[in-house]
């Protein structure tokens, strides 16, 4: 069992960069570029930094971050992009929640139907 969180996938607006964990490789590539896109659009839109995270239970975390006194982070609008994009794109994260319990987990797919 992970004991920690396991990232998938992050942007930074300071960076300019997207980064997909090694490890999810083999996800369908239109499911890789839906990642990158949501995730670089969410850093254009508010800054500073997201990554996308499962916990040890397999729930997908948003976590998002920037530097301290960073003047063109929108906190409000990082909370309700988040929600829109958690509405949004509701069957891509819980299809992924499933693939991390599955592959990464060990879980039986049919225990959590």
Known sequence: MYQDKVVLCGASAYEKLFYLNPDFEN???????????ICVFFTEKVGGRLMLEFD?????LFNVSANEGDPAFDEIGS???????????????ESLELYFKVFFLGLDPEAEA
């Not at 040890?56 to 997908?60: A, F, K, P, R, S």
């Not at 909370?79 to 994260?93: D, H, V």
Request: proline content about 3%.
């Open 27 to 37: 996800l369908p590539k239109d499911v890789k570029d839906r990642l990158k896109i």
């Open 56 to 60: 040890e239970e397999g729930t997908l």
């Open 79 to 93: 909370a309700l992009e988040i929600k829109k994009i958690r509405n949004e794109e509701q069957e891509l994260w």
